[in-house]
């Protein structure tokens, strides 16, 4: 069984900052791509930044363009979101994706992260 356990959210004053991790175990044979997806209350799951494994491409949402840095650990089974000048609209549920290879064919699952509450004051 693989999961990806997530960490880092909370209560952060407008300007500020705070950094997500999420760590993929269990039975993984490779990581192919992995990112991060936020929900706001009423609204639709969104993209908000991906990173891919092997050649370490990077795609960001428009809206956090310059402001958060998404990144991996060496061992390519974490990764990290580095929020800076939050917004009160960046307040939502963050979630952690990964497309997981989990067979020596290649076979892959995608997984997800219980998700982490992020919360912006003003």
């Known amino acids: 069984q693989v999961q990806l356990v997530e960490s880092g959210g909370g209560l952060v004053q407008a300007g500020g900052s705070l950094r997500l991790s999420c760590a993929a175990s269990g039975i993984i044979l490779g990581v192919n791509k992995m990112g991060w997806y936020r929900q706001a209350p009423g609204r639709q799951r969104e993209l908000v930044a991906s990173?891919?494994?092997?050649?370490?491409?990077?795609n960001y949402a428009d809206s956090v363009k310059g402001r958060f840095t998404i990144s991996l650990s060496n061992a390519k089974s974490t990764v990290y979101l580095q929020m800076n000048s939050l917004k009160r609209e960046d307040t939502a549920v963050y979630y952690c994706?990964?497309?997981?290879?989990?067979?020596?064919?290649?076979?892959?699952?995608?997984?997800w992260g219980q998700g982490t509450l992020v919360t912006v004051f003003s």
């Open positions: 994706n990964a497309e997981l290879v989990i067979g020596f064919r290649g076979s892959t699952t995608d997984a």
């Open positions: 990173i891919t494994t092997s050649e370490g491409s990077i």
